[in-house]
C-alpha cells in the first residue's frame, strides 16, 4: 500500500539551529512528493515538493531530495528562525491515482 | 483571490442532529477532498472526488457523506453525528495532475456532545 512515516516530535531547537525531520515512504507507482507546514490555527499551506526521483525541492530556505533509493524525502533547513514555528507534514500523492497520504506531523518550536 | 472556503470555522453540537460543513473553491479545480486531523494521526482522507459526480471513499469515510453537484462545491454531510467524529476537519483542492499540490481551507473545529 501507500504511507509516509515522518520523525516523532516535537522538536525543539534554539534559533539558528540546523533542522532535519526525516520522512520516509512506501508507494506503488512513482509518486509526487510534498512538505506541508500548518502554523497555529490555520490549514495546510505548501512548503515544497518534487515530482521525480533526485529531484530537490526548496522554499524559504528549507530544501528536501526525492531519494528513490532510500524511498525519503527528509526536510532540511541549515538556520532556523523563531517564525519557522509549526507543524510540518510530508505527504505524498500517487502517480497513477489521486489520492494524498500524509504523515502523522512534526511539531517544530524555535526557542529564540 | 485563490481560495477554499469552509465554514463554519467552529461547530458544536449533540449526538444525532445532521450537519453539513460546506465548502467551495474559486479556482476551477477538478479535484476536492475531505481529511479529518486528530492527535498523534496527522491527517486521514475521508472522501475525495475527481469531478462533479464522481466521488469515492478515503480511509476513514465511515459516518460521512458527500456530494459533488458543482464543480466549485464538496460539502460533508454527517447524517448522525457521533463523539468519536469529535475532530479538526479540512477541506482541499487541486488541479487533477498528480504533481499539482492541494490548497487547503482553514479548517472547521468539531465537537459533537
Known amino acids: 500500500g501507500n504511507s509516509v512515516t515522518q520523525m516523532e516530535g516535537p522538536v525543539t531547537l534554539s534559533e539558528e539551529a540546523f533542522l532535519t525531520i526525516n520522512c520516509t515512504y512506501t508507494?506503488?507507482?512513482?509518486?509526487?512528493l510534498f512538505w506541508y507546514v500548518q502554523y497555529p490555527g490555520e490549514g495546510l499551506q505548501l512548503l515544497l515538493k518534487?515530482?521525480?526521483?533526485?529531484d530537490k525541492g526548496s522554499n524559504k530556505g528549507f530544501e528536501a531530495t526525492y531519494r528513490k533509493e532510500t524511498t525519503s524525502f527528509h526536510l532540511e533547513k541549515g538556520s532556523v528562525q523563531v517564525s519557522d514555528s509549526a507543524v510540518y507534514f510530508c505527504?505524498?500523492?500517487?502517480?497513477?491515482?489521486?489520492?494524498?497520504?500524509f504523515g502523522t506531523g512534526t511539531s517544530l518550536t524555535v526557542i529564540p | 483571490e485563490a481560495q477554499v472556503t469552509q465554514n463554519p470555522r467552529y461547530l458544536i453540537t449533540v449526538t444525532g442532529k445532521k450537519l453539513t460543513v460546506t465548502c467551495s473553491q474559486n479556482m476551477n479545480h477538478e479535484y476536492m477532498s475531505w481529511y479529518r486531523q486528530d492527535p498523534g494521526l496527522g491527517l486521514r482522507q475521508i472522501y475525495y472526488?475527481?469531478?462533479?459526480?464522481?466521488?469515492d471513499k478515503g480511509d476513514v469515510p465511515e459516518g460521512y457523506k458527500v456530494s459533488r453537484k458543482e464543480k466549485r462545491n464538496f460539502p460533508l454531510i454527517l447524517e448522525s453525528p457521533s463523539p468519536n467524529q469529535t475532530s479538526l476537519y479540512f477541506c482541499?483542492?487541486?488541479?487533477?495532475?498528480?504533481?499539482?499540490?492541494?490548497?487547503f481551507g482553514s479548517g472547521t473545529q468539531l465537537s459533537v456532545l
Open positions: 505527504a505524498l500523492r500517487r502517480g497513477t491515482g489521486n489520492q494524498f497520504y
Open positions: 482541499a483542492s487541486s488541479w487533477g495532475a498528480a504533481n499539482e499540490k492541494l490548497f
Open positions: 508507494a506503488t507507482g512513482y509518486p509526487s
Open positions: 518534487a515530482t521525480k526521483a533526485d
Open positions: 472526488s475527481m469531478n462533479v459526480e464522481v466521488t
